[in-house]
């Protein structure tokens, strides 16, 4: 089947570095994603990483992804109190399956 | 670019009636559209994928009849929600491929309809 899998819920300090985890099911994926999501709004593209890659780093943000255990973990350096939101990860297939979403929640 | 809008960002009509959901790629051609759904604290649901000029894939479940869906240029897609009922209420979310990174889904705003 298709279950891409996420915890609900992380709580960080602002300055703390989160990390947000992810199992997928299915090993033909192209790209998995990172899709942010704050109240009331679309989806934000946050990163990206190819399948044959395994990790990938973009200011901030470090994807891991162990292919091998069909993990994919996002880490944000210095969390934000911006950086609260959900956050999906997905996997395309011939369409984007989504994880159940991360609530990341950001406190002083 | 790859920016998406949708239009409008919210709307409320009574039961009974229709409403239209506009979806554009603003900087890019979308190969393809897709509409999805979303109900409170839960994720993305996909209700149809359409290429420009083709008829709209419903996903199974999907009432085709009710969430009409017209592609009709490289940078529009339409969602009309027929006769709408509360049950309809949610976030609807559009979203295109065909911008800067090959196969990738650029995300609209989304739409929240409520139906009274």
């Keep these: ?108 | 670019g790859a920016v998406v809008s949708q239009h409008p960002s919210w709307v409320i009509c009574k039961s009974g009636t229709s409403v239209k959901i506009e979806c554009r790629s603003l900087d890019f051609q979308a190969t393809t559209m897709f509409w999805y759904r979303q109900f409170p604290k839960q994720s993305l649901m996909l209700m149809a994928t359409s290429n420009e000029g083709s008829k709209a894939t419903y996903e199974q479940g999907v009432e085709k009849d009710k969430f009409l869906i017209n592609h009709a240029s490289l940078t529009l897609s339409t969602l009309t929600v027929t006769s709408a009922h509360p049950e309809d209420s949610s976030f609807y979310i559009c979203s295109a491929t065909g911008g800067q990174l090959k196969d990738t889904q650029y995300f609209g705003p989304g739409t929240r309809l409520t139906v009274l």
């Design chain 1, 1 to 108: 089947g298709e279950d891409v899998e996420q915890s609900l819920f992380l709580s960080v300090r602002e300055g703390d570095s989160s990390v947000i985890n992810c199992t997928y099911t299915d090993s033909s994926s192209t790209y998995l994603y990172w899709y942010k999501q704050e109240p009331g709004a679309g989806l934000q593209l946050l990163t990206y990483i190819f399948s044959n890659m395994d990790m990938k780093q973009d200011q901030r943000l470090t994807v891991l992804l162990n292919k091998k255990d069909k993990h994919l973990s996002l880490r944000i350096a210095d969390t934000q109190t911006g950086d609260s939101a959900i956050y999906f990860c997905a996997e395309n297939t011939d369409k984007l399956i989504f994880g159940t979403g991360t609530r990341l929640q950001v406190f002083p």
